[in-house]
């Protein structure tokens, strides 16, 4: 079975200051991974994926995600928060290596609220 | 290009009232999904369908049905409705569901759904 942990309920930053978002995996293969952002009273769109190759993920909106396969992470981040980043993040993660049908897996998500 | 679109976007429904939930993606995707989010609990799948005449269940179906009526539209239905399926109701897509396939799904805004 494969699982996401996202351990923050809430993670609070200044505006203007590096942020961190935390997400774990457990997946018996190799894993594919992704991270989402929700706003208000919208569906979750997808900011950026880890396949295979660099550690070091690029996504939308100035968004990177760091790959470590030791610490079965995948923490999203970005330099610079902006008050607009504020909203749900989701990571989510499926089997690579499975020939069938694999569904993805979501974490509970963890709420960014960026303060000015 | 309207994406993943659902119907209606908010509803109120009496107890044992029956009620279908509709879902259309212009992306030419093979796979499309339900979801039910709710606080605390992230995204529990409902059921998907992982390409055009099939459909499974996900972590959640009881209380549920589903038609992947064409290759474009996948509806939700509940028979006989619960106050404990008060939710938020997210329609996905993506290309395939199949393999290795690594491609992100697409959301659409989501249907509130409240029972009394």
């Known amino acids: 079975a494969q699982s996401v942990a996202q351990p923050e309920d809430q993670v609070n930053v200044a505006e203007g200051n590096p942020l961190t978002v935390k997400c774990t995996y457990s997946?018996?293969?190799?894993?594919?991974l992704f991270w989402y952002v929700q706003y208000p009273n919208r569906g979750l769109q997808f900011l950026l994926k880890?396949?295979?190759?660099?550690?070091l993920v690029k996504g939308s909106y100035g968004f990177e995600a760091e790959f470590n396969k030791s610490q079965t992470s995948f923490h999203l981040k970005k330099p610079s928060a902006l008050v607009s980043d504020s909203a749900l993040y989701f990571c989510a993660v499926r089997d690579g290596n499975s020939g069938g049908y694999q569904k993805v897996t979501f974490g509970i998500g963890t709420k960014l609220q960026v303060i000015p | 290009n309207a994406g993943v679109t659902q119907t209606p976007k908010f509803q109120v429904l009496k107890t044992g009232q029956s009620m279908t939930l509709q879902c259309a993606q212009d992306?030419?995707?093979?796979?499309m999904y339900w979801y039910r989010q709710d606080p605390g609990m992230g995204l529990r799948l409902i059921y998907y369908?992982?390409?055009?005449?099939?459909?499974d269940k996900g972590e959640v179906p009881n209380g549920y049905n589903v038609s992947r009526l064409n290759k474009r539209e996948f509806s939700l239905r509940l028979e006989s409705a619960a106050p404990s399926q008060t939710s938020v109701y997210f329609c996905?897509?993506?290309?395939?569901?199949?393999?290795?396939?690594?491609?992100?799904?697409?959301f659409g805004d989501g249907t509130r759904l409240s029972i009394l």
């Open positions: 880890y396949i295979t190759g660099d550690n």
């Open positions: 369908s992982a390409s055009e005449g099939t459909t």
């Open positions: 996905a897509s993506s290309e395939a569901l199949r393999g290795r396939s690594n491609q992100p799904q697409h």
């Open positions: 992306m030419n995707h093979n796979s």
């Open positions: 997946v018996s293969g190799n894993p594919y």
